[in-house]
């Protein structure tokens, strides 16, 4: 294995764009990353799609085909990748080990999404019996995805004494560092009035403190040492760079499943905590080391507990962390600088590129507007159906 | 035209009424885990042989979490009369934590640890008349208050 550094990285903002196909919202993302790296298409070794079954990709999920086909018929592998909202991060790591074997010396990631209106539909062919598990979430009691979230959230409230005004300012928060990045969708500041006033929509989940849905793309472009230093300016390697899967045993209530077996000793979110420690591992860094964290905030309860969960500190100890200042930007453990998923609205598989991106801007000192200051090393996690979880860790 | 007969939401989840009624799951035999809804194979990494048979689960537990849904779900969920209710994930003694509709009380006295029981009540009328039901925890009724 060789080491991987970032050459570029591109983004198109976060928003509802009713007129622009999934397929231009990936061109622009990726047409951004490469003019960053100070590359054409036609230097590109390789192309990684995280596959959406929403929008584009022929229906199969190859999104990276036809990004090639309409833009660059250059022969490369296109390479296509599932992950449910961890597509992104799993897109990024099969980018970082075409590179890392010597197989590829420049591939690009790429995750680009259209969200439609409403509940997502289920996908065709699937089994209505007690075979599928999101079948049996709707028909036996309706249990929508705040619903999960929101029994975790009242069972910290219970064991941790977590307040409503608590959640309310870690939604603030997020609301307040989106006020500084364009790429964001919601750059309003709110008060934790304003969101305990925002519609109950499950208990005790606000409206203001789950995410919304959004159209996105986001795409990085990785390389060899060689093309890193090709490149010239800092060079900023990719760390740690990890994909795992759920834990026999795991606590967490996870999405669609209407049961957990729960078993003493296996990490709650697993999939992602196995991630975020492989990829420390690799990186040969520690919690300490982590000067900012891009995580998946589907809701405020997230901002409270994976970085519990990653050992950034104590477990209870979010919400003395967030009154104290210390997740903010300028504070010691900075939490989702962009504004996170609340103040962007997921845009589910293009959602674990762009926090990636996001580390790239951070760590170069171009996160106008946001910036963390000196940031040297950050780290992302995304979690997706299927027990997926993925962590990157960027430094300088 | 309404008739007697009773449908589950699903084949193969539970069985029986009231206080007969339980959820159908798998236990293993080899090293005693257990799950809910029946499954193709123990999921146990450590465990080898993953021999399984049917189970009919503990009707009691307790609460482990609760939430109040204030908006309707999508369609595949239906109920008469729709209003917002309470669901929940209560704790097994098998080590399963179930999620399922919480009925029997007003959701302002729901609490964490409360004992629960399960039970089958109906969510809606099909096409045909048939009472489509569904499995559902309520508040254990203790000896104490039966006396």
């Known amino acids: ?396 | 035209m309404h008739t007697d007969e009773l449908l589950p939401v699903a084949a193969g989840l539970f069985e029986g009424t009231g206080s007969a009624a339980r959820l159908i799951g798998t236990r293993c035999t080899s090293c005693g885990s257990h799950y809910f809804p029946k499954s193709l194979s123990c999921r146990n990494p450590q465990c080898l042989e993953k021999a399984i048979q049917d189970v009919r689960l503990s009707r009691e537990g307790t609460l482990y979490s609760y939430t109040v849904q204030h908006y309707q779900p999508p369609a595949l969920f239906r109920m008469a009369d729709w209003a917002p209710y309470a669901i929940g994930s209560v704790e097994l003694p098998e080590g399963l934590r179930v999620m399922g509709m919480l009925t029997g009380c007003d959701p302002t006295s729901l609490q964490i640890g409360m004992a629960l029981e399960l039970t089958v009540e109906t969510l809606y009328r099909d096409a045909q008349g048939q009472a489509v039901q569904t499995y559902k925890f309520q508040p254990r009724v203790t000896q104490e208050q039966t006396a």
């Open chain 1, 1 to 396: 294995m060789r080491p991987v550094y970032v050459l570029g990285a591109g983004a198109h903002p976060w928003g509802k764009f009713p007129n622009k196909p999934q397929l231009q919202l990936a061109l622009d993302a990726l047409g951004g990353a490469l003019r960053d790296a100070g590359l054409a298409w036609r230097d590109l070794q390789g192309l990684v799609a995280a596959s959406s079954r929403l929008e584009g990709g022929m229906g199969w999920g190859l999104h990276a085909n036809e990004i090639l086909q309409a833009v660059a018929e250059n022969g490369i592998p296109a390479s296509n990748v599932g992950g449910g909202c961890a597509a992104g991060g799993i897109a990024v790591q099969s980018a970082y080990s075409m590179i890392a074997s010597g197989q590829c010396d420049i591939v690009a990631a790429v995750g680009a999404e259209r969200m439609p209106k409403g509940f997502i539909p289920r996908p065709p062919g699937s089994a209505s019996d007690i075979t599928d598990n999101d079948y049996l979430r709707w028909v036996t009691m309706g249990a929508t995805n705040p619903a999960y979230w929101a029994m975790e959230t009242r069972r910290r409230m219970h064991e941790h004494g977590t307040t409503a005004e608590t959640l309310a300012q870690a939604s603030v928060l997020m609301h307040r560092n989106a006020m500084g990045n364009p790429l964001a969708r919601y750059r309003k500041a709110c008060s934790v009035a304003d969101v305990l006033a925002s519609p109950m929509v499950s208990d005790p989940l606000h409206l203001l403190e789950i995410c919304a849905v959004s159209d996105g793309a986001a795409a990085i472009v990785l390389g060899s040492e060689a093309q890193a230093r090709q490149r010239g300016g800092q060079l900023m390697e990719v760390a740690g760079c990890a994909i795992a899967t759920g834990q026999f045993g795991d606590p967490s209530l996870r999405i669609p499943n209407v049961s957990s077996a729960v078993h003493t000793g296996t990490p709650h979110t697993s999939e992602v905590v196995g991630a975020v420690r492989r990829a420390m591992a690799m990186a040969g860094v520690g919690p300490q080391d982590i000067d900012l964290l891009e995580m998946a905030d589907n809701t405020a309860w997230h901002l409270l507990a994976w970085p519990e969960l990653f050992g950034l500190y104590e477990v209870g100890q979010s919400d003395w962390m967030l009154a104290q200042g210390e997740l903010d930007i300028d504070g010691r453990c900075p939490i989702n600088p962009s504004g996170g998923f609340l103040s962007f609205g997921e845009a589910t598989t293009a959602q674990g590129v762009l926090q990636v991106c996001e580390l790239v801007w951070q760590l170069r000192g171009q996160a106008q507007g946001h910036q963390v200051p000196g940031a040297r090393l950050g780290m992302s996690a995304v979690l997706g159906l299927g027990a997926n979880g993925a962590s990157v860790i960027l430094k300088t």
